[in-house]
């Protein structure tokens, strides 16, 4: 059986289990993450499985990029925050958790202080107005 049949990520690719998504393109896919470290804490994901930046196409991690780009764009239009900490993690010793590659944005507020995670699952009914909010300034 292939590396992606029990990857979670690519259930969510796949469209095995749900996500709330913020962006779609080929090569590419945003949601919100299930465990916020701050309130609009997104996902940016490959489509095709590839465990690590080690491993990653070329063609997907340039599309990964730019997908980050725009969404970390369209978070500071609908959130405002005083800024965006874009995280990465490369194998379980580096923090992580589920091997497909990712990129986390995450808004930042002054004077926050968080992890690198959240530690508890977040009400689905916040996670979708949040993401409503940064879909509407993709749009704009
Ligand atoms: P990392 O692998 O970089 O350490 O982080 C994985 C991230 O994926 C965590 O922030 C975690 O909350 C998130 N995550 C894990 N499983 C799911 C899931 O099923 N749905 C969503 N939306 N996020 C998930
Ligand atoms: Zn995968």
Redesign the pocket.
Known sequence: MSASAHC?FCK?VRGE?P?IKVYEDDLTLA?????PASPGHT?VISKAHAPTLLDIAEVDLLAVTVTTQRIAGAVQQALVPDGIRINQ?NGTAA????LHY?V?IIPMWEGQKIGA??RAPADPDALKALAARIRDALQA
């Open positions: 979670i969510i289990i996500a949601f919100m993450d299930i465990q996902l993690f923090g992580q958790t589920v990712h986390h995670h959240g």
